[in-house]
């Protein structure tokens, strides 16, 4: 009984830093930050671009650095000691956002790089505590649970912050001071996950005249060799390349696209951005109920079809009323695929590499992160440009042209991952995980 009552109160506090976690993305990425940046900050199609290159940058580090430190972290047992060293560069550089103010576009960029760094190298050791705390039969609730909680933080966090922005208007100050609100809200919502999750492996001993950066390489080098016998992972992770392509260049401009085709002000962007997050949560309930009955990899299929009937639908869509109602749509099918994408990792890595597999994973993940968004920045601003020039288009109109191109594009991510993941075959990946898993002694 109380066995069980440790782990109930593990998941908590794992879902805890998911809903902390998510305050950041709704605030920082998706509601608040990006249109900031882009308009208050930059503006015109300018602003696009170097955002695409400021989310690229941090991608490509985290791409770099991720897939050594989860070797490391595996072989010291210390997820949870990276877990929160990523985080707190997060919560730092977000709270200094604050002092980001028109034409502060050289700090405007560097602080959001170093706290999505921080974001999204978190999210490699906190991914990687799931298969630690959940067991093979309930992995895919509990990580359903994680996004659909997670998302009730981006909500309360946005639900906050909504009232002084509406109220105090003439002023950039509400804006300002939401980004230190929600680096406080984020580190409060960390400390359960801190204090209750227990790190079950045990640190191995640094074999002499070795250190842990050369030992990291050692181990990456040795799960790409034994690759060859993951060989559905690694379909899996070529399919997850691109089609989350697709999901973050739709994620980390929703904000622009809304501000740009539809003239949605601040006010009414973070109310989109409430209705997202709140479709979300039946997203990531809903597909992980699909996973279970069916299929992870079947559910996940369906969440992508949705996802691409939803992007059609914003290609031409031409009121703001579609745009709030594709919105919905899109938070029910976007948290699948993360959801379902991230429980299949969990099922698909042996046990004792899962910050390595979660590694490789965040490789995948961020070099995805790095490609997509910044074709998506540098398509909208060469369309823009093209039009304006060479159709004799109104900047504005020229820059809605361009935006529209840039949304076919993450059409092609979408369906090309869709056809390769068909490819996946899921219940060979398992069993090539758990006989790895039995051949080293590590039990299934």
């Not at 659909?148 to 946005?158: D, E, S």
């Not at 999750?197 to 050369?214: D, M």
């Not at 069993?431 to 051949?439: I, T, V």
Request: charged fraction near 15%; hydrophobic fraction near 50%.
């Amino acid at each position: 009984m109380s066995a069980k009552k440790t782990v109930n109160r593990e998941h908590r506090a794992w879902y805890m830093y998911d809903f902390g976690n998510s305050a950041y993305a709704a605030v920082v990425l998706l509601a608040i930050y990006s249109a900031y940046f882009k308009d208050g900050v930059v503006g015109g199609a300018e602003g696009s671009r170097l955002w695409g290159v400021s989310v690229g940058v941090a991608m490509l580090v985290v791409a770099i650095i991720s897939p050594i430190l989860g070797t490391i972290a595996d072989f010291t047992a210390s997820k949870k000691r990276f877990l929160f060293l990523f985080s707190s560069l997060t919560w730092v550089f977000t709270a200094l956002l604050f002092f980001v103010q028109k034409g502060d576009i050289f700090i405007g960029m560097l602080f959001f790089i170093i706290a999505e760094i921080g974001y999204r190298g978190a999210q490699v050791f906190y991914n990687s505590l799931l298969p630690e705390i959940a067991s093979p039969d309930e992995i895919g609730r509990v990580s359903g649970n994680g996004w659909a909680i997670g998302n009730l933080g981006g909500i309360l966090a946005l639900l906050i912050l909504l009232p002084p922005i509406v109220l105090l208007k003439g002023t950039n100050l509400p804006v300002r001071l939401s980004f230190p609100i929600t680096a406080i809200f984020f580190a409060l919502s960390t400390i359960p996950a801190y204090r209750w999750i227990k790190e079950r492996a045990n640190a191995q001993t640094l074999p002499a005249g070795k250190n842990h950066l050369t030992l990291g390489f050692k181990r990456l080098a040795r799960t790409f060799r034994s690759a060859r016998q993951f060989k559905e992972f690694i379909k899996f992770m070529i399919a997850f390349l691109v089609y989350n392509d697709g999901i973050l260049m739709a994620l980390d401009f929703a904000a622009i696209i809304g501000a740009v085709l539809y003239g949605v002000n601040q006010t009414q962007m973070i109310i989109f951005m409430i209705i997202v997050q709140v479709s979300s949560i039946g997203g990531a309930y809903g597909f992980a109920t699909i996973g279970e009955k069916v299929g992870y990899k079947r559910s996940l299929i369906y969440a992508l079809i949705g996802m691409i009937v939803t992007i059609v639908w914003m290609l031409f869509n031409q009121t703001i009323t579609g745009f709030f109602i594709i919105g919905a749509l899109a938070g029910l099918m976007l948290t699948g695929v993360q959801s379902i994408s991230r429980t299949m990792v969990g099922m698909f890595a042996p046990k004792g590499q899962s910050a390595e597999f979660f590694g490789l994973f965040s490789v995948v993940g961020r070099t995805s992160s790095f490609i997509g968004p910044t074709i998506y920045g540098f398509l909208a601003l060469w369309a823009a440009r093209w039009f304006e020039n060479n159709r004799k288009m109104g900047t504005l109109v020229a820059e809605q042209a361009g935006q529209r191109i840039a949304i076919a594009s993450i059409l092609v991510f979408l369906f090309t991952g869709l056809f390769l993941l068909l490819r996946v075959n899921e219940k060979k990946a398992i069993e090539d995980s758990k006989k790895y898993s039995l051949e080293n002694g590590k039990g299934a």
